[in-house]
């Protein structure tokens, strides 16, 4: 049994989106249009803690941002795959259950390997 | 099946072992699970299993190859102690990394759908990726790695594009249903093939997607450019085979131009600039690139007997491969670095280093009494039988530039004198892995019907 | 009729910031061009009915992948001008092979018969949970082989991306 469903189910969502969007874009504009403006130099200038910005904002950075985003990623796509897995819960069975605790399983072992060779850990 | 799950598990296993610092145990751990899985896979023999809603078929041809390939894996960890522990303290992690690469390799052998050998090329990918750039501190590893990845990537791009053409073509990914789809005559079909075609040259090095092959080889550690030799070049063609051969055989009027233009150019770039190395790693690069060009020519001649060719010829260059790999990494070790100069009075100070590396090179050059002979003998037959005489002439030429290179190293080594050249001292694992390709080497070289009747 | 002008304005808006990706001269410029791109396409997956390919294709590429990729911009030096002006013959090489390719593309893509040449008929197969089925019956084995070359990346990432001890 294939279950139906179409694009155009998605015109609620489209709606909504484009309201949520509109609200944003509109308020901007707006306070933009009312609100009042002093534009002088030290408005102006980007405000760090009061210390006078050096440099640009274009310096590299550590790789250890790296690392957490990669692993973020691998673990993104992991949990993707149990939404079809989760909405099929039932029929699958559990055969299913075995199959996903398999696929986990695998995938908790890497996560348990990160952690003890301290891949999160920011001082190290 | 059960070989690719032991070998999956093995390589989690030998992570752990790493994890909990039992480093003395990696290695004898991992001779275990290989010798178990290549028996695990021999009891497969004419079964002809289909897996899991024939995703995979293990059939000879897919036994046969997985076994090759936990074989050649098993002599190069013969040869790992003490190598990882020099470069870095995550041995654990090579081992695993390599055993994982493995597995991606026996599922491209044994793949029946288009789904699988994407994973299976990908899960051996990643693998050397990392491998490549073991040496952290090393510019020329980091290089090798990044270009690898960079151009793996790419390629890979190109094999999926292929995959889903031939799909919208035939509407299948099973290999047997892509053979009998009858869309051999649909342009999209026509360029999907052409796609995965050059999807999976790049993986082998054909060129002229061959580029990447020379400083990867020589950025990567010698022990990895050996496993990229011998495991992932007879895995990728093993896969290119199977699947020319299970699903495109019927087109083959269309492709077989291609493939021969192919072979051509990989024939002669490898071998004309192998001739101007000095350096043996990159000269052992481009002969690996020239290759990947005989073996084309078994694929050229889909048929019965090309897989019996292939596995021949893979298990005559994996041997050779494990051989003069091995001797380049106690060369470079012993005397700082692999020029050819380096070899110089290695007969006088390690006559059992100088004869085996002379027979390696000899089996890779095709000598009579090797195993490489009968690999050229038996690629060139079936080529042969296709009526692709103008090809073999070609690569028969090809084989006299070759002989011409592999002979520098043996002259270096008999003819010429190093005054302050000192021994080299083998350890036991290689002086046993040598001796095993050494005996292998003449074996197979005086007894051909022992591999060439397998398939 | 309102599919067919949504699926000509998402083609334009995917190809123009295709295009645009790789005109654009600051990197920055070309990765926002490339999350503009994927989420036309994923407008392309939610026509098509494939919606569980769009969600996947919205979190995983235009949310992790494009982060990544911002990441892998920030750690190279942007401020430097060390790009390399590629030789000219280069240039036309890659014009002339992106061009063929192009042109077998188009070839082969022309002659395809739309009525479905063997091709899935099934209009509701990208729903989650038609999906879902197929991936955890048929395609069982590449789903948990999927865990395997995860963890490879997982040990690769690690391996690489962690200060050696």
């Keep these: ?124 | 099946m059960t070989s690719l799950i032991i070998v999956s598990v093995l390589a989690v296993a030998v992570l752990y072992l790493g994890l909990f610092k039992y480093k003395t145990a990696l290695l004898p751990v991992s001779v275990t699970g290989l010798l178990a899985a290549a028996a695990m896979a021999a009891m497969d023999w004419d079964l002809e299993k289909m897996y899991f809603s024939e995703m995979m078929l293990f059939d000879n041809y897919a036994v046969a190859f997985s076994i090759l390939l936990i074989l050649t894996t098993l002599l190069i960890f013969g040869l790992s102690r003490n190598y990882f522990e020099k470069i870095s303290n995550n041995v654990a992690e090579y081992y695993a990394l390599m055993l994982f690469a493995l597995a991606g390799g026996v599922v491209m052998v044994s793949f029946h759908n288009l789904a699988m050998l994407f994973i299976g090329i990908e899960i051996l990918s990643i693998s050397l990726y990392v491998l490549a750039g073991i040496r952290r501190k090393d510019p020329a590893s980091n290089e090798a790695s990044l270009k690898y990845f960079l151009m793996g990537a790419f390629a890979t791009g190109f094999l999926l594009f292929g995959t889903a053409l031939i799909y919208g073509a035939t509407g299948s990914f099973n290999l047997a249903a892509i053979a009998s789809s009858g869309a051999f005559e649909s342009a999209l079909f026509r360029a999907g093939v052409l796609l995965m075609m050059v999807g999976l040259s790049f993986k082998v090095s054909v060129a002229p997607f061959h580029t990447w092959t020379p400083d990867v080889y020589e950025g990567s550690p010698g022990l990895i450019a050996m496993f990229m030799a011998t495991v992932v070049k007879t895995a990728g063609f093993a896969a290119f085979l199977r699947l020319f051969l299970m699903a495109f055989a019927e087109a083959s009027a269309f492709w077989a131009i291609t493939v021969a233009i192919l072979c051509i150019l990989t024939l002669f770039a490898g071998n004309i600039t192998a001739v101007f190395q000095d350096r043996f790693k990159r000269l052992l690069a481009w002969s690996s690139v020239s290759h990947a060009g005989y073996l084309l020519l078994a694929i050229l001649a889909v048929g019965f007997s090309a897989s019996s060719a292939v596995l021949v010829y893979t298990i005559a260059y994996s041997l050779a491969s494990v051989a003069a790999f091995g001797i380049m990494i106690l060369v470079s070790r012993a005397r700082g670095n692999d020029h050819l100069d380096s070899f110089n009075g290695l007969a006088r100070t390690n006559p059992f280093l100088a004869f085996t590396l002379t027979l390696a090179v000899c089996s890779l050059a095709g000598i009579p009494l090797t195993a490489g002979f009968f690999g050229k003998f038996y690629v060139f037959k079936v080529a042969l039988a296709q009526g692709y005489t103008w090809l073999v002439v070609l690569a028969v030429i090809n084989a006299m530039i070759g002989i011409y290179y592999y002979f520098k190293v043996i002259i270096a080594m008999y003819m010429k004198e190093n005054a302050n050249a000192v021994a080299i001292q083998l350890n036991p694992g290689f002086r046993l892995v040598l001796s095993i390709v050494v005996f292998l080497i003449f074996l197979f070289g005086i007894f051909p019907g022992l591999i060439a009747n397998i398939l | 009729m309102l599919t067919q002008s949504l699926f000509y304005f998402l083609s334009f808006l995917a190809i123009f910031s295709a295009l645009a990706v790789i005109i654009a001269k600051n990197p920055v410029h070309s990765v926002l061009y490339l999350i503009l791109t994927f989420f036309a396409i994923t407008g392309h997956y939610i026509l098509l009915n494939a919606q569980f390919l769009a969600i996947v294709n919205m979190i995983v590429y235009a949310g992790a992948i494009m982060v990544l990729f911002l990441f892998v911009l920030m750690l190279l030096n942007l401020n430097a001008e060390t790009e390399p002006q590629k030789p000219a013959y280069i240039k036309i090489a890659g014009v002339v092979s992106g061009g063929l390719l192009l042109l077998v593309l188009v070839g082969a893509l022309k002659t395809v018969d739309v009525s479905g040449a063997g091709g899935t008929t099934a209009t509701d197969m990208g729903l989650v949970e038609n999906l879902g089925m197929v991936l955890f019956n048929e395609f069982l084995l590449p789903f948990e082989l999927a865990s395997v070359l995860l963890l490879t990346a997982m040990v690769g990432a690690v391996l690489i991306g962690r200060r050696e001890a």
Aim: aromatic share 14%.
């Design chain 1, 1 to 124: 049994m294939l279950l139906q469903s179409s694009a155009s189910s998605y015109l609620p969502i489209l709606i909504q989106g484009i309201m949520a969007l509109a609200f944003v874009g509109i308020t901007m504009v707006i306070t933009h249009l009312v609100g009042p403006k002093r534009r002088t130099i030290d408005k102006l200038t980007p405000f760090e803690s009061g210390i006078s910005s050096v440099g640009n904002a274009r310096s590299p950075f550590s790789i250890k941002y790296f690392l957490v985003a990669i692993l973020f990623v691998l673990f993104d796509v992991e949990v993707i795959f149990m939404y079809p897995w989760a909405v099929n819960f039932r029929e699958l069975g559990g055969k299913g259950m075995i199959e996903m605790f398999v696929f986990m399983g695998m995938l908790l072992l890497g996560f348990f390997y990160v952690i003890r060779k301290g891949a999160l850990d920011w001082e190290k």
